[in-house]
């Protein structure tokens, strides 16, 4: 069974330092990963994804994530974080499971930034 | 830009009465899914939909919780009776669905609250 875990619920971050936000995961098969982004009371929004092309994956915002299949990872980062990236985050992994794709997705990290 | 309706978007309920959900995907996608979210937890999948048939009800409370697309449109998710646990974000997405990863899109979601 496919499962995610993302290290640390709160993240804290100045304006202008480096986000690093940890997504590990399990998955009996390639699996398909995400980062999606949350801002209160609204649904998610895709951030990016991984779907076995390149291992650095670009996404909006200035975000990116690189897969590491030995490190059955998946961290998010972005080099300067701003005011408007304050928000939950979820990592997410997909995997084929009888003819359709089941998404689990992790528990969120929630970024504060600081001015 | 095609988006995925809900409502209501907020619903104050005591418990044991019922409540229901709507949702309208976007138009085309033969995916429908159902998630719940409870504060400072990731979304659960609660059902998902292949145009109107159920691929996954394996997490649905089926004593009180009930879900339905009738034409493979738009799809009703109801709860009753609604007990004080049920109060949660209640999330849906649609995708274009198939084997292959297809990037699942939100609505914005229906607060529930039971009193």
């Known amino acids: 069974a496919q499962s995610v875990t993302q290290l640390g619920s709160h993240v804290s971050v100045s304006e202008g330092a480096l986000v690093l936000l940890r997504c590990n995961y399990s998955s009996s098969v390639p699996p398909y990963l995400f980062w999606y982004v949350q801002y209160p009371n609204q649904g998610l929004q895709l951030l990016l994804k991984?779907?076995?092309?390149?291992?650095l994956v670009k996404g909006i915002n200035g975000f990116e994530a690189e897969f590491k299949k030995s490190e059955t990872s998946f961290h998010l980062t972005k080099p300067s974080a701003h005011m408007s990236d304050a928000a939950e985050y979820f990592c997410?992994?997909?995997?084929?499971?009888?003819?359709?794709?089941?998404?689990?997705f992790g528990t969120g990290t929630k970024l504060q930034v600081i001015p | 830009e095609a988006e995925v309706a809900q409502s209501p978007r907020y619903k104050i309920t005591e418990k044991s009465q019922a409540v229901a959900f709507w949702c309208d995907p976007i138009s085309g996608h033969a995916t429908l899914y159902w998630y719940r979210q409870i504060l400072g937890q990731g979304p659960e999948l609660l059902v998902q939909?292949?145009?109107?048939?159920?691929?996954?009800d394996s997490q649905l409370p089926k004593d009180r919780f009930s879900a339905e697309r009738l034409k493979g449109v738009d799809s009703t998710l109801k709860i009753q009776p609604a007990e004080l646990g049920d109060s949660a974000m209640y999330l849906c997405a649609s995708s274009s669905g198939g084997e292959r990863y297809n990037e699942q899109f939100f609505g914005p979601g229906t607060r529930l609250t039971v009193l």
């Open positions: 991984y779907t076995s092309a390149a291992t």
């Open positions: 997410a992994v997909s995997e084929r499971s009888g003819g359709y794709q089941k998404v689990t």
């Open positions: 939909f292949q145009d109107e048939s159920v691929v996954d």
